[in-house]
């Protein structure tokens, strides 16, 4: 399997040099990164606070861009770094503060669910949930 992946990654390589050895080629190149990274990155950022892979499809947009852009590579690197303390740091604590941690995260995705539906689609759930209580 690896050298599967090693030849896909290689054909991959090697029609992007043919591509930016051609100057029209190499400016397309640029232009159609750049577009594809910004709707990846887009698409991530409004999925943020919302249940769903938000965060995954802007590191996913940073590697679009870490194909052409070098400052991409470096933040991507840069991103990857940290991601892989926090989860050796994680990973070293006890179960109770794993469980602490997972709460409180759990609480900030509700609040910005919550706010994100109050002020964007205009349903409280709190206060329906709250009303619902009081009737029934």
């Known amino acids: 399997m690896?050298?599967?992946?090693?030849?896909?990654?290689g054909r991959l390589h090697t029609t992007l040099e043919l591509i930016r050895a051609n100057p029209t080629g190499?400016?397309?190149?640029?232009?159609?990164?750049?577009?594809?990274?910004a709707i990846v990155v887009t698409v991530g950022l409004?999925?943020?606070?919302?249940?769903?892979?938000?965060?995954?499809?802007?590191?996913a947009g940073l590697g679009v861009w870490a194909v052409e852009f070098h400052w991409a590579r470096r933040l991507l690197a840069f991103t990857r770094r940290h991601v892989n303390a926090w989860t050796r740091w994680v990973t070293s604590r006890?179960?109770?503060?794993?469980c602490a941690l997972g709460a409180v995260g759990l609480v900030f995705v509700s609040v910005v669910v919550w706010l994100s539906l109050k002020y964007s689609l205009g349903i409280d759930l709190v206060?329906?949930?709250?009303?619902?209580?009081a009737t029934h």
């Open 2 to 9: 690896e050298r599967r992946q090693a030849g896909w990654r």
């Open 26 to 37: 190499r400016v397309a190149l640029k232009i159609f990164i750049g577009v594809l990274g």
């Open 46 to 59: 409004a999925l943020i606070p919302l249940p769903g892979p938000g965060w995954l499809l802007v590191i």
């Open 94 to 98: 006890s179960l109770p503060v794993r």
């Open 127 to 133: 206060a329906r949930t709250l009303h619902y209580l």
